[in-house]
């Protein structure tokens, strides 16, 4: 099963002084909004996301048909489908797909400790 892209999203208190915190670990800015209180930050493949009000807590994401350049992928697996094997194989849903629906889409899962997982496809 190929989830697709990996980063954390992190939830932060002050957005800026989160971004000039990774700045000093050799992240810059890749993605996103500071207006809109969200950033996306890269350190060579590496990806975290900074987002400032949110989300409760921070979460694992995984964007299928993106590369870690988020750029779209020739070939890869739909969010959909993804929901469908995970179900199939017992995993409980805390937010579903549309399975009727095409494109952009998510669906959220937690672990055994009820980290968040989100996949979440952008094409």
């Known amino acids: 099963m190929e989830l697709g892209n990996f980063s954390v999203s992190l939830t932060v208190k002050d957005i800026e002084a989160s971004k000039l915190f990774y700045e000093q670990l050799g992240f ?9 209180n969200w950033l996306i930050m890269k350190n ?52 579903e797909a549309d399975e009727n629906s095409t494109g952009p889409a998510s669906f959220m899962i937690a672990d055994p400790d009820g980290n968040t997982i989100l996949i979440d496809q952008h094409v």
């Open 44 to 95: 060579g493949n590496q990806a975290i996301g900074l987002f400032q009000g949110m989300f409760e807590k921070n979460i694992l994401t995984f964007n299928p048909g993106w590369n870690s350049e988020a750029q779209p992928l020739g070939e890869f697996t739909d969010v959909r489908e993804l929901q469908r094997q995970l179900k199939a194989s017992g995993l409980s849903m805390l937010t």
């Open 28 to 36: 810059t800015v890749f993605l996103g909004d500071q207006k809109q």
